[in-house]
């Protein structure tokens, strides 16, 4: 029976250079970056990001990563609360970053927790009550 991860739609695919770029905006160091989207290999000894091409698996995280760059501009937050420990479910004092690292599950749980919050924050520029 296939997983939930290999039923997802592709959708938006980043390339490596956009991935890159998104690790470098959003302040997540290169390791972690790697770990993000499931790499297996590790950074050289000269220090230059590897070159490579996303697998499937790696094709849906980025999609998820990309998702997730859009979701943070509709919240309202800066890249830097990726950085930032939160005690709201579901992180439990971890930062937004640690639970993406967890994988993809994590990844999802952020974006969960964002689009939440721009809704919450357009109804209440529109002078909308919402529960919390």
Not at 16 to 25: L, V
Not at 42 to 57: A, E, V, Y
Not at 99 to 123: F, K, N, Q, Y
Request: hydrophobic share 40%; glycine share 12%; no cysteine.
């Amino acid at each position: 029976m296939p997983d939930a991860e290999s039923d997802r739609p592709l959708g938006r695919v980043l390339s490596a250079a956009q991935f890159w770029a998104s690790m470098q905006r959003w302040g997540v160091e290169d390791a972690a970056a790697l770990q993000l989207i499931g790499y297996p290999g590790r950074i050289g000894i000269s220090g230059k990001r590897p070159r490579f091409r996303f697998t499937t698996r790696q094709a849906r995280i980025s999609g998820l990563l990309a998702e997730l760059d859009g979701a943070l501009e509709a919240a309202g937050k800066p890249p830097a609360w990726l950085h930032r420990t939160q005690r709201a479910a579901p992180f439990g004092g971890r930062t937004p970053l640690a639970l993406m690292l967890e994988g993809p599950g994590g990844i999802a749980a952020v974006l969960r927790r964002l689009h939440r919050d721009a809704l919450a924050a357009s109804l209440k520029a529109s002078g909308t009550d919402h529960p919390r």
